[in-house]
């Protein structure tokens, strides 16, 4: 699903809990590794530093590089879990529905 604004419109259903990730910071970590690409952990860490929406979240904030890795990697496998549940819950809607088409735009 594409978003105008991920930081304020994605909402992450399946994760892991975690006592230093919030859904905020999770958000926030998907978005940066998406603009700098998977294992830039160190330019990832830097622009986390510098975004004032994660200013007073010093638990996120004091995250090592090998923890985003491993935060990212959970919360990865996690949106490819909920999108092939997704996927198998269109093909079901599907089959009970002959004139549905899953490849049909509006």
């Known amino acids: 699903m594409a978003y105008e604004n991920p930081l304020d419109e994605m909402v992450i259903y399946a994760t892991q809990k975690s006592k230093y990730f919030s859904k905020d910071s999770d958000i926030t970590l998907i978005c940066l590794t998406n603009k700098f690409g998977y294992g830039k952990w160190r330019e990832i860490k830097k622009a986390i530093r510098r975004d004032p929406r994660c200013r007073f979240d010093h638990l996120f904030l004091s995250r090592n ?36 088409d899953e490849n049909e735009e509006d």
């Open 65 to 100: 590089e090998q923890e985003l890795q491993r935060r990212v990697d959970i919360l990865i496998k996690a949106l490819e879990k909920e999108e092939e549940t997704n996927k198998r819950k269109m093909q079901t809607l599907g089959a009970g529905n002959p004139g549905f």
